[in-house]
């Protein structure tokens, strides 16, 4: 009996690192936007290297990560609600990586257009990456909290970024039309706007697995459910 009790303290000690783990590198990702948007409106080479720094430290967080769960996975052979929740984590903790990757591509167009005059005023940028800092957050939040509501909420939130992004190419495609000296800096601008609303989709993506998570359902081409549908 006392074996059996260790046994499942220990095994609820191995989930807990599990959500602690991703919520850690949740804020280094967090981190990573926010730097990044600091980078662009500050012109900023050093924060965009301290991003792309960063990138290795998430890397390695991912990768000892996915050997935790894959680990718990054949040891302790999870069942039902603990087994949705481990195979979540795995997807969850690949759309962290990526949404790394995606400040590093940011980054790098910032380190290009640094080297050039200021196109335009930002405005629409930073409102987007404040908007995908927001939903990481939330994503994550809604996960440990089982909170299927949130989990719509950023799923919903994607539309107005996908809507912003389509902006951001429109007004860019004007400066373009009127001056070919512009090209450059306006697909750099163009591509921010892209990594951003990719960032967005790896939220959004988090959103939905938290919504399998709850629910048991698929919901990556449905429209919101509640949590007794």
């Given amino acids: 009996m006392e074996d059996r009790k260790h046994t499942s303290k220990e095994y609820e000690r191995e989930l807990q690192e599990i959500k602690d ?5 949740g804020s280094l990702v967090e981190k990573a ?3 990044s948007n600091q980078a662009l409106i500050e012109r900023s080479d050093e924060k965009a290297k ?3 720094e960063l990138d290795d430290r ?3 967080l991912d990768e000892e990560m996915e ?3 894959i680990r718990l996975l054949a040891l302790r052979q999870p069942a039902a609600r603990d087994l949705r929740f481990i195979t979540t984590a795995i997807k969850i903790n690949g759309h962290l990586e990526r949404i790394g990757d995606m400040t590093v591509n940011i980054c790098e167009k910032i380190l290009q257009l640094n080297r050039e005059p200021q ?8 409102r987007m990456s404040e908007i995908a800092r927001s939903m990481v957050r939330e994503s994550l939040e809604a ?3 089982e909170d299927i509501e949130l989990a719509n909420h950023v799923r919903r939130n994607d539309d107005l970024v996908d809507d912003l992004n389509e902006q951001i190419f ?3 495609l004007t400066f373009m039309i009127a001056d070919p000296q512009t090209i450059h800096r306006a697909i750099l601008i163009m591509q921010i706007s892209k990594s951003l609303e990719r960032i967005c989709d790896h939220a959004k993506g988090i959103a939905d697995m938290v919504v399998y998570m709850i629910t048991g359902r698929n919901v990556r081409h449905m429209p919101e459910i509640d949590g007794d549908t």
């Fill in 33 to 35: 936007i926010v730097e």
């Fill in 170 to 172: 429109r007004e860019l």
């Fill in 50 to 52: 301290q991003v792309i």
């Fill in 21 to 25: 783990g991703l919520l850690y590198l």
């Fill in 58 to 60: 998430i890397d390695r």
């Fill in 143 to 145: 996960m440990v909290k």
């Fill in 119 to 126: 196109l335009k005023p930002y405005i629409d940028l930073p």
């Fill in 67 to 69: 050997e935790k769960c």
